[in-house]
């Protein structure tokens, strides 16, 4: 018998080949004949400050030989003590409290149980969560609930929550995304629970930006009316949208924030859920009945602990803000130039996210223009995977202007050879 792999997001029927990789360093990964491909998005958005980061390296070999493993529900461990302190140099000072699993979209579980635990403890019925349109917080049936619907989770619709739903805040309309979220605030019968949003820039759902006093108008509403803002910085967090958190240039202090992909410098699987001193009051008391009943096997992993501590050092010791302004300036000319064609739409950069649309006549997720680019990148040894007709790069912060160069060629050869006007 032999046994199969069976890829994420992959339709194995239509014999696309799959590279094998046999090591990284940088911004590039290796085949094991020495072929380099250039690593445009970060490894699926996760890789900050490259691939095999020596600190990062050192950082998990040498825990890995002390303490590998433990529990974690009442016992703690130095990496982690230790991550907490750091992160209050990072973190806005309302977030007092962190919470530990292992993926973005377990942050995004406990955030929501965090949520809902703070109204059921205060004995209010509060229960409905409002999210917005074409947002994306992981693939749990949790996380699938309060992201869009469509042809990624249709299968699996009666098994997803109802929520409350407003309009992704477009440029010129961002008013009616406001309006929408205080008529869910007003509406007594149902007062809901809590806002999720990603801020500033809307990853899975096509690379989609929106205004930073958008986001603090949002958070206020939400004060207002006493609803719980929570923000899903799985993807935005660690410096992608130009500073460590996308709130902080909204100036929003969320209730709850979500972090995962960059803790660890993107190298292990660690995520993190900050909550506000009063979400943390609100469960804690003498009857146990109260408490937070969420754990998972791995939670706050010795190892993956020490990565993260590896990756708040090189924030502190390393130019990691001059790389990433370093990748912002070479988006200047590259834009200069795309603005000249006249078959691409909506581009647009946060921070060092740059994002375009190819003109096709289709544009959807499910447009054949997608897997058409996956392969041309492929054959020209950049990874980029492209979300349908919208190509975006996010590299990781150590890449260097040859690289960035070479992915941009790339770019402009797949315009003009797949665009129409
Ligand atoms: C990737 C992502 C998630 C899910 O994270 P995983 O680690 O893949 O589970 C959640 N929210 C956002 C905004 C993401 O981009």
């Known amino acids: ?52 980061h020596p600190k990062i390296v050192a950082a998990i070999q040498e825990q890995s030989a002390r303490l590998d493993q433990m529990i974690f529900a009442g016992w703690t461990h130095e990496p982690a003590r230790k991550l907490a302190e750091g992160l209050s140099d990072f ?14 979209s377990t942050a995004v579980e406990v955030a929501l149980k965090m949520a809902l635990g703070y109204w059921h403890n205060r004995g209010e019925t509060r229960q409905k969560i409002l999210v917005m349109e074409h947002s994306y917080h992981g693939d749990t049936i949790g996380a699938m609930s309060v992201g869009a619907r469509g042809v990624f989770n249709q299968a699996y619709a009666p098994l997803l929550f109802d929520v409350g739903t407003i309009a992704f805040p477009k440029a010129g309309s961002e008013q009616d995304t406001l309006d929408q979220l205080e008529d869910f605030c007003k509406n007594a019968e149902n007062p809901p629970a809590a806002l999720i949003v990603e801020p500033l820039i809307l990853g899975a759902g096509g690379m989609k930006i929106y205004g930073a006093a958008t986001l603090a108008k949002m958070a206020a509403i939400c004060r207002e009316h006493d609803l719980l803002f929570i923000a899903d910085e799985v993807m935005t967090g660690w410096g992608r949208t130009g500073t460590i958190f996308a709130c902080e240039q909204a100036g929003v202090e969320p209730d ?32 146990r009945a109260q408490m937070f009943f969420h754990s998972s ?66 544009g959807d997720y499910m447009s054949d223009l997608g897997p058409k680019l996956l392969g041309f990148f492929r054959d020209r040894n950049i990874l980029l995977r492209p979300l349908g007709n919208t190509i975006y790069i996010m590299p990781p912060y150590c890449i260097t202007l040859e690289e960035l160069t070479a992915i941009q060629a790339v770019i402009e050869e797949a315009i003009d050879h797949f665009g129409t006007s």
């Open 1 to 52: 018998m032999s046994i199969n792999i069976w890829h994420p997001f992959t339709q194995h029927g239509l014999g696309e080949p799959i590279p094998e990789i046999a090591r990284a360093q940088g911004a590039a990964l290796y085949t094991a004949d020495g072929t380099k491909i250039i690593d445009a998005i970060s490894s699926w958005w996760v890789q900050t400050h490259g691939h095999c």
């Open 91 to 104: 973190l806005p000072d309302s977030l007092e409290h962190i919470f530990f699993s292992d993926s973005g």
């Open 256 to 287: 709850i924030l979500c972090m995962a992909k960059g803790l660890t410098g993107g190298v292990i699987p660690l995520a993190v859920t900050a909550a506000s001193d009063a979400i943390y009051q609100a469960h804690f008391s003498e009857d």
């Open 297 to 362: 096997s791995f939670t706050a992993n010795p190892i993956a602990c020490a990565a993260a501590n590896a990756n708040l050092a090189i924030w502190r010791d390393e130019p990691v803000q001059q790389r990433i302004d370093g990748i912002i300036a070479s988006y200047r000319a590259f834009s200069d130039r795309l603005q000249r064609k006249s078959n691409i739409s909506g581009l647009r950069q946060c921070g060092t996210i740059l994002a375009l649309e190819i003109n096709d006549g289709a």
